[in-house]
């Protein structure tokens, strides 16, 4: 099995009781909110919903209240995910109020670096794509927004594998 890189980052997590998680993307309508939907059903069934609490943001505002892309409920609804999360920027008291914020890319990555309030805040951030295990050639969850239905379905088959991985790392 392929560890993830960023396991260092959430060893001090492991011994809390409520760990609370942000996925972030650019808008907000697509990725983050894919992956909270991917996480909560992962949690949910392992009947975990007490240790985690989940959000999503977005570094760019212009979606502020919107449900996630179409597109994006359309092909995560076949898959058993019900994304109605409204879409919100990250906000500087993110950097307080979540233990974990997950950049989607690099772009997210290096724009949450820069909000950073803190050097604390900033080793909160780290990468979705480093809990991936069956994907390892991907550096990313690319923006499915001008990709069609392929690039939909590779973003939630990415983020099956991350957020499974990601919740690994806490019970290993």
Do not use: W
């Amino acid at each position: 099995m392929i560890e993830p890189r960023h396991k260092q980052s959430i060893e001090p997590l492991k011994d809390k009781t409520m760990v609370r998680i942000l996925f972030v993307c650019l808008g907000n309508i697509c990725r983050s909110p894919a992956a909270q939907g991917v996480m909560q059903r992962l949690i949910d069934e392992r009947k975990m919903s007490g240790n985690f609490m989940l959000d999503s943001a977005g570094t760019y505002a212009g979606h502020a209240g919107e449900l996630p892309d179409k597109r994006m409920r359309v092909h995560a609804a076949r898959r058993g995910y019900d994304l109605t999360h409204h879409s919100r920027p990250v906000r500087a008291l993110d950097f307080e109020d979540f233990d974990l914020i997950i950049a989607m890319d690099d772009s997210n990555y290096e724009s949450l670096k820069n909000m950073a309030p803190s050097v604390e805040a900033e080793r909160k951030i780290v990468r979705m794509i480093d809990f991936c295990r069956l994907h390892p050639h991907y550096y990313a969850i690319p923006d499915p927004y001008y990709e069609g239905a392929s690039g939909f379905e590779l973003v939630l088959d990415l983020l099956e594998d991350a957020c499974a991985g990601l919740l690994e790392s806490f019970l290993t």
